[in-house]
Protein backbone atom coordinates (compact mmCIF):
# COMPACT_ATOMS: atom_id res chain seq x y z
CA UNK A 1 0.00 0.00 0.00
CA UNK A 2 1.00 3.92 -0.02
CA UNK A 3 2.99 4.92 2.71
CA UNK A 4 1.03 8.27 3.34
CA UNK A 5 2.64 11.16 6.20
CA UNK A 6 0.80 13.61 7.71
CA UNK A 7 1.89 16.55 9.51
CA UNK A 8 1.42 17.93 12.42
CA UNK A 9 1.07 14.92 13.96
CA UNK A 10 -0.23 16.14 17.01
CA UNK A 11 -1.07 19.94 18.30
CA UNK A 12 -2.52 22.08 21.35
CA UNK A 13 -4.66 24.84 19.18
CA UNK A 14 -5.48 28.24 21.19
CA UNK A 15 -9.64 29.00 20.74
CA UNK A 16 -9.78 31.10 17.59
CA UNK A 17 -7.24 30.22 15.41
CA UNK A 18 -6.74 27.86 12.87
CA UNK A 19 -4.31 25.23 11.60
CA UNK A 20 -3.50 23.28 8.33
CA UNK A 21 -3.05 19.68 8.52
CA UNK A 22 -0.67 18.51 5.30
CA UNK A 23 -0.97 14.55 3.64
CA UNK A 24 1.84 13.57 1.45
CA UNK A 25 1.63 9.94 -0.36
CA UNK A 26 4.54 8.55 -1.98
CA UNK A 27 3.02 7.26 -4.93
CA UNK A 28 0.17 8.78 -7.19
CA UNK A 29 -3.42 8.04 -5.51
CA UNK A 30 -7.07 7.87 -7.49
CA UNK A 31 -8.57 9.43 -4.65
CA UNK A 32 -7.96 11.03 -1.12
CA UNK A 33 -10.22 11.87 1.70
CA UNK A 34 -10.39 13.80 4.87
CA UNK A 35 -11.73 11.45 8.36
CA UNK A 36 -12.16 13.23 11.54
CA UNK A 37 -12.95 11.24 14.95
CA UNK A 38 -13.74 12.67 18.13
CA UNK A 39 -12.90 11.77 21.47
CA UNK A 40 -15.04 8.98 22.18
CA UNK A 41 -16.53 8.71 18.46
CA UNK A 42 -16.37 6.62 15.40
CA UNK A 43 -14.60 7.51 12.24
CA UNK A 44 -16.56 9.94 9.91
CA UNK A 45 -15.87 11.29 6.53
CA UNK A 46 -15.44 15.10 6.48
CA UNK A 47 -14.78 15.34 2.31
CA UNK A 48 -13.67 14.20 -0.65
CA UNK A 49 -10.24 15.97 -1.74
CA UNK A 50 -10.34 16.28 -5.50
CA UNK A 51 -7.17 16.95 -7.40
CA UNK A 52 -7.26 20.51 -8.70
CA UNK A 53 -11.06 21.53 -7.76
CA UNK A 54 -12.85 22.05 -5.28
CA UNK A 55 -13.58 19.15 -2.45
CA UNK A 56 -16.82 17.10 -1.83
CA UNK A 57 -18.05 17.84 1.57
CA UNK A 58 -20.50 15.39 3.36
CA UNK A 59 -23.52 16.60 5.51
CA UNK A 60 -22.65 18.64 8.09
CA UNK A 61 -19.21 20.18 6.76
CA UNK A 62 -18.38 23.26 4.87
CA UNK A 63 -15.87 24.60 3.12
CA UNK A 64 -15.40 27.92 5.04
CA UNK A 65 -14.39 25.33 8.01
CA UNK A 66 -12.39 22.91 6.43
CA UNK A 67 -10.89 24.06 3.44
CA UNK A 68 -9.18 21.45 1.71
CA UNK A 69 -6.37 21.73 -0.92
CA UNK A 70 -5.31 19.21 -3.29
CA UNK A 71 -2.18 20.52 -5.67
CA UNK A 72 -1.38 17.43 -7.57
CA UNK A 73 -1.40 13.67 -7.00
CA UNK A 74 0.23 12.95 -4.15
CA UNK A 75 -0.54 15.91 -1.40
CA UNK A 76 -3.22 17.73 0.03
CA UNK A 77 -3.90 19.69 2.88
CA UNK A 78 -6.79 20.60 5.25
CA UNK A 79 -7.35 23.43 7.58
CA UNK A 80 -9.61 23.80 10.73
CA UNK A 81 -10.38 27.68 10.97
CA UNK A 82 -11.33 29.32 13.72
CA UNK A 83 -10.77 26.84 16.34
CA UNK A 84 -13.61 25.38 19.39
CA UNK A 85 -12.73 22.76 22.09
CA UNK A 86 -15.13 20.85 19.50
CA UNK A 87 -12.97 20.57 16.92
CA UNK A 88 -10.74 18.65 19.52
CA UNK A 89 -9.91 15.70 17.26
CA UNK A 90 -7.85 13.05 15.39
CA UNK A 91 -8.09 14.31 11.60
CA UNK A 92 -7.07 11.38 9.38
CA UNK A 93 -5.99 11.70 5.58
CA UNK A 94 -6.99 8.37 3.70
CA UNK A 95 -6.77 7.00 -0.08
CA UNK A 96 -7.55 4.50 -2.49
CA UNK A 97 -5.12 3.73 -5.22
CA UNK A 98 -5.81 1.53 -8.23
CA UNK A 99 -3.73 -1.11 -6.77
CA UNK A 100 -6.07 -1.08 -3.41
CA UNK A 101 -9.59 -1.47 -5.26
CA UNK A 102 -12.05 -0.40 -2.66
CA UNK A 103 -9.95 -0.63 0.15
CA UNK A 104 -9.46 2.82 2.07
CA UNK A 105 -5.90 3.46 3.48
CA UNK A 106 -5.38 5.51 6.73
CA UNK A 107 -2.52 8.07 7.32
CA UNK A 108 -1.06 8.25 11.31
CA UNK A 109 -3.48 11.17 11.78
CA UNK A 110 -3.18 14.55 13.51
CA UNK A 111 -4.25 14.53 17.26
CA UNK A 112 -5.77 17.98 17.45
CA UNK A 113 -6.16 19.36 21.03
CA UNK A 114 -8.16 23.13 21.40
CA UNK A 115 -7.69 24.86 24.58
CA UNK B 1 -29.44 6.77 12.35
CA UNK B 2 -26.36 4.64 13.19
CA UNK B 3 -26.38 2.56 10.00
CA UNK B 4 -23.35 0.47 11.14
CA UNK B 5 -23.36 -0.75 14.63
CA UNK B 6 -21.21 -3.04 17.02
CA UNK B 7 -23.08 -3.71 19.99
CA UNK B 8 -20.45 -5.00 22.10
CA UNK B 9 -18.05 -2.63 23.26
CA UNK B 10 -15.76 -4.52 24.64
CA UNK B 11 -14.50 -8.06 24.74
CA UNK B 12 -11.65 -10.44 26.33
CA UNK B 13 -10.24 -13.49 25.08
CA UNK B 14 -7.19 -15.84 26.82
CA UNK B 15 -4.46 -15.92 24.85
CA UNK B 16 -4.65 -18.62 22.05
CA UNK B 17 -8.47 -19.21 21.61
CA UNK B 18 -10.74 -17.11 18.90
CA UNK B 19 -11.99 -13.77 18.98
CA UNK B 20 -15.12 -13.17 17.31
CA UNK B 21 -16.21 -9.77 16.70
CA UNK B 22 -19.68 -8.65 15.46
CA UNK B 23 -20.92 -5.99 13.25
CA UNK B 24 -24.53 -5.61 11.83
CA UNK B 25 -25.70 -3.01 9.26
CA UNK B 26 -29.11 -1.81 8.62
CA UNK B 27 -28.42 -0.17 4.71
CA UNK B 28 -28.66 -2.56 1.96
CA UNK B 29 -26.64 -0.85 -0.83
CA UNK B 30 -23.32 -1.74 1.51
CA UNK B 31 -22.02 -3.89 -0.70
CA UNK B 32 -18.33 -3.90 0.75
CA UNK B 33 -16.88 -4.23 3.73
CA UNK B 34 -13.62 -3.96 6.16
CA UNK B 35 -12.72 -4.40 9.39
CA UNK B 36 -9.80 -2.61 10.80
CA UNK B 37 -7.26 -1.84 14.33
CA UNK B 38 -6.86 1.09 15.71
CA UNK B 39 -4.41 2.18 18.73
CA UNK B 40 -5.50 5.50 20.56
CA UNK B 41 -3.98 8.52 18.68
CA UNK B 42 -2.98 6.20 15.56
CA UNK B 43 -4.49 6.04 12.30
CA UNK B 44 -6.70 2.88 11.28
CA UNK B 45 -5.19 0.21 10.07
CA UNK B 46 -6.83 -2.16 7.60
CA UNK B 47 -6.87 -5.75 8.15
CA UNK B 48 -9.32 -7.76 5.77
CA UNK B 49 -12.26 -7.11 3.88
CA UNK B 50 -15.11 -8.78 1.87
CA UNK B 51 -17.36 -7.95 -1.24
CA UNK B 52 -21.03 -9.02 -0.98
CA UNK B 53 -20.67 -11.36 -3.66
CA UNK B 54 -18.54 -13.44 -1.34
CA UNK B 55 -19.64 -15.24 2.17
CA UNK B 56 -15.80 -15.34 3.75
CA UNK B 57 -12.95 -14.13 3.39
CA UNK B 58 -9.46 -14.96 4.87
CA UNK B 59 -6.59 -13.72 5.57
CA UNK B 60 -3.94 -15.86 8.07
CA UNK B 61 -5.39 -15.99 11.30
CA UNK B 62 -8.51 -13.37 10.48
CA UNK B 63 -11.07 -14.52 8.68
CA UNK B 64 -14.68 -12.31 7.62
CA UNK B 65 -17.86 -13.75 7.45
CA UNK B 66 -20.52 -11.88 5.68
CA UNK B 67 -24.34 -13.22 6.16
CA UNK B 68 -26.34 -10.97 3.86
CA UNK B 69 -29.44 -11.92 4.57
CA UNK B 70 -28.96 -10.93 8.05
CA UNK B 71 -27.03 -7.99 6.99
CA UNK B 72 -24.26 -9.03 9.84
CA UNK B 73 -20.63 -10.24 9.77
CA UNK B 74 -18.08 -11.12 12.09
CA UNK B 75 -14.16 -11.55 12.47
CA UNK B 76 -12.58 -14.31 13.37
CA UNK B 77 -9.29 -14.02 15.12
CA UNK B 78 -7.33 -17.33 15.31
CA UNK B 79 -5.34 -17.85 17.67
CA UNK B 80 -5.74 -14.76 19.79
CA UNK B 81 -2.74 -13.02 20.71
CA UNK B 82 -1.90 -10.26 23.26
CA UNK B 83 -0.24 -7.95 20.60
CA UNK B 84 -3.89 -8.58 18.94
CA UNK B 85 -5.13 -6.21 21.96
CA UNK B 86 -6.57 -3.04 20.41
CA UNK B 87 -9.82 -1.14 19.40
CA UNK B 88 -11.47 -2.71 16.19
CA UNK B 89 -13.85 -1.25 13.78
CA UNK B 90 -15.98 -2.26 11.27
CA UNK B 91 -16.76 -0.46 8.35
CA UNK B 92 -19.22 -0.43 5.28
CA UNK B 93 -19.17 1.36 1.80
CA UNK B 94 -21.26 1.37 -1.12
CA UNK B 95 -20.60 2.29 -5.06
CA UNK B 96 -23.23 4.86 -5.04
CA UNK B 97 -23.09 8.28 -3.69
CA UNK B 98 -20.11 9.88 -6.11
CA UNK B 99 -17.20 8.61 -3.82
CA UNK B 100 -17.02 4.92 -5.37
CA UNK B 101 -16.89 3.42 -1.95
CA UNK B 102 -14.42 6.14 -0.88
CA UNK B 103 -17.28 7.07 2.00
CA UNK B 104 -16.80 4.42 4.46
CA UNK B 105 -19.19 4.25 7.46
CA UNK B 106 -18.01 2.91 10.72
CA UNK B 107 -18.90 1.11 13.19
CA UNK B 108 -18.63 2.32 17.05
CA UNK B 109 -15.44 0.08 17.49
CA UNK B 110 -14.81 -3.03 19.86
CA UNK B 111 -12.44 -2.93 22.44
CA UNK B 112 -10.35 -6.49 22.27
CA UNK B 113 -8.40 -7.33 25.52
CA UNK B 114 -6.40 -10.44 24.68
CA UNK B 115 -4.99 -12.09 28.10
CA UNK B 116 -1.34 -14.00 28.04
Known amino acids: SAVISQKPSRDICQRGTSLTIQCQVDSQVTMMFWYRQQPGQSLTLIAT?????????ESGFVIDKFPISRPNLTFSTLTVSNMSPEDSSIYLC????????????FGEGSWLTVV | DQQVKQNSPSLSVQEGRISILNCDYT??????FLWYKKYPAEGPTFLISISSIKDKNEDGRFTVFLNKSAKHLSLHIVPSQPGDSAVYFCAASARAGGTSYGKLTFGQGTILTVHP
Open chain 1, 94 to 105: SLKTSLSGNTIY
Open chain 1, 49 to 57: ANQGSEATY
Open chain 2, 27 to 32: NSMFDY
